[in-house]
């Protein structure tokens, strides 16, 4: 099916902000696989919040000057490197946009972790100027450069908010009868975040609106799910390429942290009942879904295209359940430190990518043994004591996480 998908693919020159990241780096690669030259910017900025954390990925990453000559031993096309800040410095970015001429910007530089973003006021501020302040400053940069540059942006399912019941989430709009008039439009899906972080990417949505209408830019956004997994075809050529994986409780995603929880024998850290259902795709299809976006640029004056980038849907102790069931592991119900509904429906629509011919990887044990062995190989680099909530939502949380533990 692949095969038939990338066959007719034309090779384009992409820029891939936050390239060294946990989706960004597989993404590059795949990229490169596909034939398009790529060049990666990235400030570091989440190795050193790993610093500022005492925390680290589970595997061991390599710099980016290693991964870029272990990709070129594996027989890879050379990837460039460009350590920048996309939010801080905007002339330099528009000089790079406007010397290697690229036919599509890929954005994921941005602050992404929720807890994180909830830490204190520190982290709330840096999350708003980092990610606001980066995504204008590509949308600017690329009017500015005055080059047809297609941006694709990493939003999340976060922006759709998890508190309602019932009926499917659409791709990015809803048709409305506007009161009073009875005008018919097609809007924005009402946004409901749930962190500082969440904000900033229903923040993001607005700026791509204004850019489109105003200046016609080209833009997709895609609403990406929790992503689970670790390596990719392309990073298992070399160790060297090794991505990246995060277990601690700011930068965990939920699946992957209760896969490295059972491997070391750890209780299933499920916040409140579990009954907290969430859209998951596999870090493979990440960079299947970018590589189809990338190929399939909105036309110029067109909306800005919105997919669902989402595999499947799952409750919280659903996923706790099927795990504790493969390794015999314990389940524990925590006190939620996020404030959010406990049991929530989720049906949400990705006929747009499958409609260009993906098929997603599901939660298929096979899959799961293969995080349980990266989980398992890697354990004595975990720090257990980075396990557990170590950010509240508000102080009510705090009290009650305090009191519970
Ligand atoms: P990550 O933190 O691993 O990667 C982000 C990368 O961007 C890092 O390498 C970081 O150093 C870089 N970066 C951040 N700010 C920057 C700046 N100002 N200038 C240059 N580089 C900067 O996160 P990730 O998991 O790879 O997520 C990438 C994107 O995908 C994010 O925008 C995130 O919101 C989105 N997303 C992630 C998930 C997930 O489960 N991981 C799910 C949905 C959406
Ligand atoms: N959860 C637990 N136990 C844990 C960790 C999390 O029960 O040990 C619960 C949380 O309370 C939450 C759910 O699992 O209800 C998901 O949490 P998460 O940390 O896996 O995901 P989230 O905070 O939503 O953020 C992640 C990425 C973010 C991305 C988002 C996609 O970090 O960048 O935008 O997934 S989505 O959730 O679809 O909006």
Redesign the pocket.
Known sequence: DDDAIWSSIKAKKVVV????????WPTALFLSELGHEVVV???????KIDVELECDSLTPIQSMNERMRAWEGVGGSPIRFVY?????EYQRLLQLLESEKPDAVVH??????APYSQKNSATKRYTVE?NVG?THNVLAAVVESGLDIHVVH????GVYGYGTAGGEIPEGYIDVLMQPGNREARILHPMYPGSV?HAT?CLDQILFQFYQRNDQLRITDLH????WGTNTAQTVKDERLVN?F?YDSD?G?VLNRFLMQAALEYPLTVYGTGGQTRAFIHIQDTAKCIALAVENPPKSGAMVEIFNQVAETHRVRDLARIISEMTGCEVKNISNPRNEADENELVVANRKFQGLGWSPITLQAGLLDEVVNIAAKYKDRCDVSKVLPSSFWNKTRLQACGTSQ
Do not use: H
């Open positions: 902000l936050g390239g060294d990241g946990f989706c960004g910017v990235d400030n570091l900025s989440r190795r920048m800040d996309v939010a801080a994921f530089a941005e602050q992404r972790a980092n980066g990493l939003g999340t399912m972080y990417k990406q799910g929790i992503v990246r995060d930068y995603t």
